[in-house]
C-alpha cells in the first residue's frame, strides 16, 4: 500500500502545492527561532545568533527548494507549465502549427482508414468458433480449373468415406428466388446448403434452430432459416415468425429459425437459407460439376495431410469410375483465404500507400518543426544563459511537440472514424466482410504513437543542436545571415525525402489510372448505349417446361416492344457482364476423341434479335431466324472465339457438334463476333448461342430481356417492369439496370482501389509541394539579408532568380530522381493489379515526373517574389 | 566541518529519523538536536538536508506529521512514527548492525 500513500502526498502536493510551501516556510521559520534561542542561551550576541543559526541551517530558501524537490512533483509542475508554454508559442506561429496539424491528422486518419479496412478484411479471422479448421473443398483437373465446382456424387461419395473433416457440406452459390403474397413481387437472396454447411461453421441460430440432418436428405425440404437483416426488414423482427410460413417461388416455407446478425456465408448479402437435398439420379450423377463445399478439419490434422488424404479418396474413386473422373484431384482452401484472396493484391498495395502517406505526413511535419526550431536558436541561447540546463531545455521543448501531436491526433481521430466511413461507402458491392469492417483502436494507436514519435525526436533536435555551442556565441549574431544556411541541411533532406515519396505515389496511381482508362476503353465487343436490362427468372411452381418457358418470353417480349420509345427488344440467358453463366462440354462430329468431361463452353440461349440489339456483328452464316422451330433442325451460332479454337483451320460453318453420344446434333449455322464477358480484363472466352425456340433444358428457366432505346433507358424501367407483370402478376423482377451501368460495374472494384489510391497521391503531391514552398520560403527569409547585399552590390533580378529556382529546382530534380529509383523498385508489386500497361512503363514515370517538376517549380514561385522585392535599403539599414 | 564527523549518508540520516521519533513525536530541529545529543555530538545532521529527508520519509508513509503546539506555547510541526515506519526502522536497525559488524570484523582483522 506504500506507493499508494506516495501517489496521494504527490497528489496532494501537486493540487494543494501552494499550502505545503506555505507549511515548510513556517516550519523553517520554527527551527531558526529554536536554533537562534538556543545560541542565545550559550551568550551569544543576538545578531550573530542569528546569523550562525541561519548558517547552521544553510540557507533557508536552499532548503526549501530541496525540501520540494522531495516531494517528487517537480517533474509533473514543470510539465504543466511547459505545456502552458508550448501551447502558447504554438499559438503564437498559427500557420506553422495549422499546417502541421491538418498534415498530422489528414495522413493519420488515412492510414489508420485504411489499415481499418484491411485489418477487418484480411487480417481478422472469420466470426466462425475456431476459424483456422474451416477448409473450400474444390476438384481439380489440369485442364480445368484449380477450383472447380463439385459433383454431386463425388460429394457424396466424400461425405461417406472421408476421415479428415469433423463436418463437410455442400451448397450452390446464391440464387435469386422470388417471394411472393403481400405487396410487390420480391427478389431475396437465397442460399441452398446441406445440413453441415451450418454445422460445419459452427453458427446456431438465434431464434429456432438451423436445419436437421433429415431435412438434407428425405425430410421436409420446405423449411427455411431466415437472416437477422431480412427477419428485420421484412417481419419486423416479430419472434412469432417460427412456424408461420412464406411463400418462396411459389411454395409454402415454414419457418424454422433466424439467423445470428452476422452471418455472412456463402455471402453477405444472403436473405434465407433453404435446405439443399439430392434426388437419387443427382446422387449418381459424375458428370456436371457445380457444388460448392466447405469443410472442417479434424483437430490436429494439417491442411496438407488432409489435402493429401482426399486426394487418396478421389484417385481411389477415379478407379472406380475412371470415365469420370480420371485426372481429377482435389484442391483445399482455407475459408479465409478462400473467402477474402481475391481481393488481397489491391488491399495490400492500397496498405502500402497509406503507410507511404503517413510517412510522408511525419517527414512533412518534421520539416515544419524544425524550420520552425531554427527561428528558435536565439530563444534557446537566451534560456541557456540564464541558466537552464540542456535536459530542461529538452524537456521543454519535447513538451511542446507532444502538445502538437496530442492536438494532431485528437484531430484525427474523428476524421480517421469518417474517412473509414466513407471508404466504405465508396467501396463497390460484393468486397467481402466489408461490413466487419471498424475504426481499429489498435491501429489508430500505432499511426498516433508513430507520428508522436516523430514530432518529439523532431522538437527536441533544436536543443540538442543548441548545447554543442557556447550560448553567447548565438546572442551575439545580429540578424541571421546566409553562414545560417548550413542550419537548413537537415530540411533539404527531409524535402527530398518528400518530393521522392510523393513521386512514388503519383507513380502508382499514374500506373493504376492507366489500366483503368485502357480497360474502360476495351472494345466489349458490342454496344451497349441505349439498353435496359431486365432479369427474370421463371418459377419452377407456375412454369413447369419449356413450352410454358416459350410462352412467357414470347408474351412478355411482345409487350414491351410494344411500349412507346422501345426500338427493338430480345432476350439472352446470360447477357454480358452478368450471371455466372452456363457452359456444356459436348462432342464434335468430326473429332469424337475430343470429347473430354473437363472441357466445357459458354452456352447461352439467345432470341433471333439479340445479336442485333447489341450491335454483336455477324462474321459468317446467319444468325437465328424464324425458320429455326422446335421440330427443325437443331442450329448454333458461335462466336469467333470458338471457331477459332475447334476449327483452326476450316470454315466452322457446316459443322457439327452434341451435347450426349446419342444426339441430337446441331449444325453452326453462324460466327458472330466476340464478347466480353464477366471479367472485362480477360480475354473473351468461346461460346456458343442457341436459339431460345430450341431450348433443351428445362431447368434453364432465367432470361435477361434486353430493352433498346434511343433515350435514357431507366426512363423505360417501370414500364417495362409493368408490362412485365401484365403477364404474370407474381413473377419476380431481379433487377432493371442499363447496360452501361453493369459495364461500368465491371469496372467497380477497381475503379475504387484506383480512386483511392489516387486521393493519396493526390495529398502526397499536395504535401510534398507544401514542403518544397515551406523551406524554400524559409530560405529566402533567412537570407533576405544576404539578398539585399547581392542586390545593393548590384546583382540583378536575373541572379537572384536562379539563386532561388537553382536552390528549389534543385531540390526537386534530387526528390524525383531518388523517387524514380524508389518507384521503379517498388512498382513491381503494382504489377498483380496492371493492365495493358508495364510497372516500368516510361511514358508514365517521366509524364509522372514532368507533373512534379512543374508543380514544383510553381511552389518556387511565390518565395521567388519575396525574394525579388526585398529592398537593399531597408534590410540593411 | 570536519570529515571525521558529523557527514552522515543518507539512508544513515533516514535510519536515526526513524529512531528518534520512535521514542516520541518530536519537531524537525528537536530530531537534529537529540540525534546531535545521543551521539554526543559525534553526529551532525547536515540540516540542509534535514527537512527534505523528512518530507521524503513522509511521502514514503514511514512517518506522518501534524501541527502541535510546543511547551513554549509555539506552533511546531510533530512528526511521528507509523506502523510502516516501525516495521522500516527494525529491518534498516537490523541491516545496519549486520554491517557494522562486517565491517568490524575487517577492520580487526591483521
Known amino acids: ?877 | 566541518m570536519a570529515k571525521t564527523k558529523g557527514d552522515l549518508i543518507q539512508g544513515t540520516l533516514d535510519m536515526l529519523i526513524l529512531k528518534t521519533l520512535a521514542l516520541e513525536p518530536m519537531h524537525g530541529w528537536g530530531i537534529s538536536e537529540r540525534i546531535q545529543q545521543w551521539s554526543d555530538d559525534v553526529l551532525q545532521p547536515n540540516q540542509g538536508s534535514l527537512y527534505p529527508a523528512l518530507h521524503r520519509l513522509t511521502r514514503q508513509g514511514w512517518i506522518a506529521s501534524d501541527w502541535q503546539t510546543t511547551e513554549n506555547n509555539r506552533r511546531a510541526k510533530y512528526y511521528r512514527l507509523t506502523a510502516a515506519g516501525r516495521r522500516q526502522l527494525d529491518e534498516e536497525t537490523e541491516h545496519w548492525l549486520r554491517l557494522s559488524r562486517a565491517v568490524d570484523r575487517v577492520l580487526q582483522t591483521v
Open chain 1, 1 to 877: 500500500m506504500r506507493w499508494l500513500t506516495d501517489l496521494w502526498f504527490r497528489a496532494l502536493a501537486l493540487v494543494r502545492g501552494s499550502r505545503l510551501d506555505e507549511e515548510l516556510q513556517e516550519e523553517i521559520a520554527f527551527h531558526l527561532e529554536m536554533e537562534t534561542e538556543k545560541n542565545l542561551a550559550a551568550g551569544i550576541e543576538p545578531e550573530e545568533a542569528r546569523r550562525l543559526a541561519r548558517r547552521h541551517l544553510g540557507g533557508a530558501e536552499r532548503v526549501r527548494l530541496h525540501t520540494r524537490d522531495a516531494w517528487g512533483v517537480r517533474w509533473a509542475q514543470e510539465l504543466l507549465l511547459d505545456l502552458r508554454y508550448g501551447l502558447r508559442s504554438l499559438a503564437k506561429t498559427p500557420g506553422v502549427t495549422g499546417a502541421s496539424l491538418t498534415i498530422l491528422a489528414v495522413a493519420l486518419a488515412a492510414a489508420t482508414a485504411l489499415f481499418s479496412l484491411v485489418d477487418g478484411i484480411l487480417l481478422r479471422p472469420l466470426p466462425y468458433p475456431a476459424p483456422e479448421r474451416l477448409v473450400a473443398v474444390w476438384e481439380t483437373h489440369p485442364e480445368r480449373s484449380e477450383k472447380n465446382v463439385v459433383s454431386t456424387a463425388s460429394f457424396v461419395d466424400w461425405t461417406e468415406r472421408e476421415r479428415v473433416f469433423e463436418d463437410l457440406g455442400a451448397y450452390y452459390q446464391e440464387v435469386g428466388i422470388g417471394l411472393t403474397g403481400e405487396g410487390d413481387p420480391l427478389q431475396v437472396t437465397a442460399a441452398m446448403v446441406t445440413p453441415g454447411v451450418l454445422t460445419t461453421l459452427g453458427v446456431d441460430a438465434s431464434l429456432g434452430r438451423t436445419f436437421v440432418p433429415e431435412e438434407g436428405e428425405d425430410g421436409d425440404a420446405d423449411v427455411v432459416i431466415l437472416s437477422d437483416g431480412f427477419w428485420r426488414r421484412r417481419f419486423g423482427a416479430d419472434p412469432g415468425i417460427l412456424g408461420e410460413t412464406v411463400r418462396l417461388d411459389g411454395v409454402e416455407h415454414r419457418v424454422v429459425g433466424v439467423m445470428p446478425p452476422g452471418m455472412a456465408f456463402p455471402t453477405p448479402g444472403t436473405d434465407v437459407w433453404l435446405p439443399l437435398q439430392f434426388s437419387e439420379s443427382a446422387r449418381n450423377d459424375r458428370k456436371s460439376h457445380s457444388l460448392r463445399v466447405v469443410g472442417r478439419l479434424e483437430t490436429g490434422i494439417s491442411l496438407e495431410a488432409a489435402e493429401e488424404q482426399m486426394n487418396r479418396l478421389e484417385a481411389a474413386l477415379a478407379e472406380e469410375h475412371p470415365e469420370f473422373l480420371s485426372g481429377w484431384g482435389v484442391n483445399l482452401v482455407p475459408l479465409h483465404e478462400e473467402t477474402v484472396g481475391q481481393v488481397r493484391p489491391a488491399l495490400a498495395v492500397l496498405l502500402g500507400a497509406s503507410g507511404l502517406l503517413l510517412l510522408l505526413g511525419c517527414v512533412n511535419v518534421a520539416n515544419l518543426l524544425l524550420a520552425r526550431s531554427v527561428n528558435r536558436d536565439r530563444e534557446i541561447a537566451v534560456r541557456q544563459a540564464l541558466g537552464a540546463s540542456r535536459s530542461r531545455l529538452i524537456r521543454q521543448l519535447l513538451t511542446e511537440s507532444l502538445a502538437l501531436g496530442l492536438l494532431g491526433g485528437a484531430a484525427a481521430l474523428p476524421m480517421a472514424v469518417w474517412a473509414t466511413r466513407s471508404l466504405r461507402a465508396l467501396a463497390p458491392a460484393g468486397i467481402p466482410r466489408l461490413e466487419e469492417t471498424a475504426v481499429d483502436t489498435r491501429v489508430f494507436a500505432f499511426a498516433f504513437a508513430l507520428t508522436l514519435a516523430t514530432s518529439l525526436l523532431i522538437g527536441v533536435l533544436p536543443a540538442l543542436r543548441s548545447s554543442r555551442t557556447d550560448p553567447a556565441d548565438r546572442l551575439h549574431v545580429g540578424p541571421p545571415t546566409s553562414a545560417d544556411a548550413g542550419g537548413t541541411r537537415p530540411l533539404d533532406l527531409l524535402v527530398v525525402c518528400e518530393v521522392a515519396l510523393s513521386l512514388v505515389l503519383l507513380i502508382g496511381a499514374g500506373l493504376l489510372g492507366r489500366s483503368l482508362w485502357t480497360l474502360s476503353r476495351i472494345d466489349p465487343g458490342f454496344e451497349f448505349r441505349g439498353v435496359l436490362a431486365v432479369s427474370l427468372d421463371l418459377p419452377r411452381s407456375s412454369y413447369a417446361g419449356t413450352a410454358e418457358h416459350l410462352r412467357f418470353y414470347e408474351h412478355a417480349l411482345e409487350r414491351v416492344r410494344a411500349l412507346p420509345g422501345v426500338v427493338e427488344a430480345s432476350a439472352i440467358s446470360d447477357p454480358p457482364l452478368i450471371g455466372a453463366g452456363t457452359s456444356r462440354s459436348f462432342i464434335l462430329e468430326e473429332n469424337p476423341e475430343r470429347q473430354r468431361s473437363a472441357e466445357t463452353v459458354d452456352y447461352r440461349l439467345a432470341t433471333d434479335d439479340y445479336f442485333r440489339t447489341l450491335r454483336i456483328p455477324l462474321l459468317e452464316g446467319r444468325v437465328f431466324g424464324p425458320s429455326d422451330r422446335q421440330d427443325s433442325p437443331p442450329v448454333l451460332v458461335v462466336n469467333e472465339a470458338m471457331a477459332r479454337r475447334y476449327w483452326p483451320e476450316d470454315d466452322a460453318l457446316g459443322r457439327r457438334l452434341a451435347f450426349n453420344a446419342e444426339g441430337p446434333w446441331y449444325e453452326v449455322v453462324g460466327v458472330v463476333g466476340d464478347t466480353r464477358y464477366k471479367d472485362p480484363e480477360a480475354p473473351p472466352p468461346p461460346a456458343m448461342y442457341a436459339p431460345l425456340r430450341q431450348k433443351t433444358w428445362e431447368w434453364m428457366s432465367w432470361m435477361t430481356l434486353l430493352v433498346k432505346t434511343d433515350g435514357d433507358p431507366h426512363t423505360l424501367a417501370e414500364p417495362a417492369r409493368q408490362a412485365i407483370w401484365e403477364v404474370d402478376p407474381d413473377l419476380p423482377i431481379l433487377a432493371t439496370r442499363s447496360v452501361e451501368e453493369l459495364a461500368a460495374d465491371a469496372l467497380s472494384r477497381r475503379r475504387f482501389h484506383t480512386t483511392v489510391f489516387a486521393l493519396f497521391a493526390g495529398v502526397a503531391l499536395l504535401l510534398g509541394v507544401l514542403g518544397l514552398y515551406g523551406v524554400l520560403a524559409f530560405s529566402v527569409e533567412r537570407r533576405r539579408r544576404e539578398i539585399g547585399i547581392r542586390m545593393a552590390l548590384g546583382a540583378r533580378k536575373g541572379s537572384v532568380t536562379r539563386l532561388v529556382l537553382g536552390r528549389g529546382a534543385g531540390l526537386a530534380a534530387a526528390g524525383i530522381a531518388l523517387g524514380t529509383v524508389v518507384a521503379l523498385g517498388l512498382s513491381q508489386l503494382l504489377a498483380a493489379l496492371l493492365y495493358g500497361v508495364r510497372a516500368t512503363d516510361p511514358a508514365t514515370f517521366v509524364t509522372v515526373a514532368l507533373v512534379l517538376g512543374t508543380v514544383a517549380l510553381v511552389a518556387c514561385l511565390p518565395p521567388l517574389r519575396r525574394a525579388l522585392k526585398i529592398d537593399p535599403a531597408r534590410v540593411l539599414n
